[in-house]
């Protein structure tokens, strides 16, 4: 039997604890803008994009603020702001 493959990786708790305490900078999705192209979720390099059957949601545990989500953003929903 075929092992099965999963392309997209899931985040874990690293050496020192969850990664998302790394982050400066924060992703915000604009739901008025998002269409649920899920280019983001594919493209997130630490798996922090959730998916649900019809949303989408930032876990920020894991997000590391890199801002590659907001770059891949057909729409534009993504906006990168300063973490308080
Ligand atoms: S890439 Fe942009 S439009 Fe597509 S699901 Fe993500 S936030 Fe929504
Ligand atoms: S900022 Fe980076 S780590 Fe955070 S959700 Fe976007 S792509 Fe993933």
Redesign the pocket.
């Known amino acids: 039997m075929r092992e099965k493959i999963v392309p997209i990786s899931t985040p874990a708790k690293g050496a020192v604890g969850k990664t998302g305490f790394w982050r400066t900078f924060k ?1 915000i999705i604009d739901r008025e803008k998002c269409i649920k192209c899920l280019l ?1 979720w594919l ?4 798996g ?2 959730l998916r649900t059957d019809d949303d989408i949601t ?1 876990d920020y545990d894991y ?8 770059n891949e953003c057909p729409r534009k929903a993504i906006e990168i702001v300063l973490e308080r």
Not at 43 to 46: A, I, R, S, W
Not at 63 to 70: S, V
């Open positions: 992703p983001c493209y997130c390099p630490e922090a994009i930032i997000c590391k603020g890199c801002g590659i989500c907001a």
